[in-house]
């Protein structure tokens, strides 16, 4: 059973930074990907970015890019969420996904595995 974990969360207040990290158990292949999804009260999860391992390729949500940016590290499996410039519209819980997506890296449903999710609140 793969298990991810999600760590970092926390406050911050507007214009503020925070950095989310995620290790994962899983065997990188040709097609594994992690990637950072977030849900905010009463709305649906929204997809904010994703890497997949093969070639580095990134993915971001034009809501988040040129203050977000997505790194990884190859020997410990983690992947970095450098998050800076934040909204208050940015607090959501902040989740963790990996595992095989042969599609888009966009796409929720494709991922195999989920962390439990990290608090992020911004104050304005």
């Known amino acids: 059973q793969v298990q991810v974990r999600e760590s970092g969360g926390g406050l911050v207040q507007a214009g503020g930074s925070l950095r989310l990290s995620c290790t994962d158990s899983?065997?990188?292949?040709?097609?594994?990907?992690m990637g950072w999804f977030r849900q905010a009260p009463g709305k649906e999860r929204e997809f904010v970015v994703a890497?997949?391992?093969?070639?580095?390729?990134?993915s971001y949500a034009g809501s988040v890019k040129g203050r977000f940016t997505i790194s990884r590290d190859n020997e410990k499996n983690i992947i970095y969420l450098q998050m800076n410039s934040l909204k208050a519209e940015d607090t959501a819980v902040y989740y963790c996904?990996?595992?095989?997506?042969?599609?888009?890296?966009?796409?929720?449903?494709?991922?195999?595995?989920w962390g439990q999710g990290t608090q992020v609140t911004v104050s304005s």
């Open positions: 996904a990996a595992g095989s997506v042969f599609g888009p890296l966009e796409n929720g449903h494709a991922y195999d595995y």
């Open positions: 899983g065997r990188a292949t040709d097609s594994y990907a």
């Open positions: 890497i997949r391992w093969i070639d580095g390729r990134t």
